[in-house]
């Protein structure tokens, strides 16, 4: 298993502004997902964080808005940049093994509110 | 590309009563299924997942689920359940052999009362 420490736990912004969001894993893993959670709406890849390479990035999501770091296997970064209202939402960091049928874990999540 | 239903966005039940929270999958390939929990203010935790092999998957918790292909279910059962199980549902689908990528259902909300 891991254990995944998402950081802040929840922030409030002011729109116009950026919010980066750390995700620190206890052990070494190949991929790094970021995920969204819309209010009463299910979770949304946003995109693909391997370590070494560019984000891989899931359609309607663009660097521009949430570029993504990955400086080591056991870290990454979310940035939401230049924010509005509807990027409020709950912001999940998840892990997963290299074998294919290994199961993902997943951090508390950010619980973002812009107003 | 896959995708899944969650027919069920609430279930309302009472405690000890048994409880069966619908799936349904769409995809032109075979499949990996899951089912996540997920209770307030947390993040996700695996209940089961199958991935060959018996189509009845037992999981954390004392909850199962049965893999039908035919009928491309994936519904989670409980028979007994507890307050404790008050909580959000989610079943999920990856790309067997080789897709990474998770795709969620819109969730179901269990809420067990007295």
């Known amino acids: 298993s891991a254990v995944i420490s998402q950081k802040p736990s929840r922030d409030i912004c002011q729109r116009g502004t950026s919010l980066t969001i750390q995700c620190q894993v206890d052990?070494?893993?190949?991929?790094m997902f970021w995920y969204r959670q819309q209010p009463g709406q299910s979770l949304t890849l946003i995109a693909t964080a391997n370590q070494g390479s560019e984000a891989t990035y899931e359609s309607g999501f663009v660097i521009d808005k949430f570029p993504i770091s990955r400086p080591n296997l056991t870290f990454s970064t979310l940035t939401v940049s230049n924010m509005s209202p509807e990027d409020s939402s709950i912001y999940l960091c998840s892990v997963k093994g290299s074998r294919v049928n290994t199961e993902a874990f997943f951090g508390q999540g950010t619980r973002l509110t812009v107003v | 590309a896959q995708s899944v239903t969650q027919l069920d966005s609430q279930v309302p039940v009472f405690e000890e009563a048994p409880v069966e929270l619908r799936c349904n999958y769409s995809?032109?390939?075979?499949?990996?299924l899951f089912w996540y929990v997920q209770y307030p203010n947390q993040g996700l935790q695996l209940l089961l997942k199958y991935l060959s092999g018996s189509t009845l998957v037992k999981g954390i918790n004392g909850f199962e689920a049965e893999f039908n292909k035919s009928q491309t279910s994936f519904h989670l059962r409980k028979p007994s359940v507890h307050i404790s199980d008050t909580a959000e549902y989610f079943c999920a689908v990856s790309r067997e052999g080789g897709g990474n990528k998770l795709t969620f259902g819109t969730g179901t909300q269990l809420k067990v009362e007295l």
């Open positions: 052990s070494q893993v190949t991929m």
């Open positions: 995809s032109s390939v075979s499949v990996y």
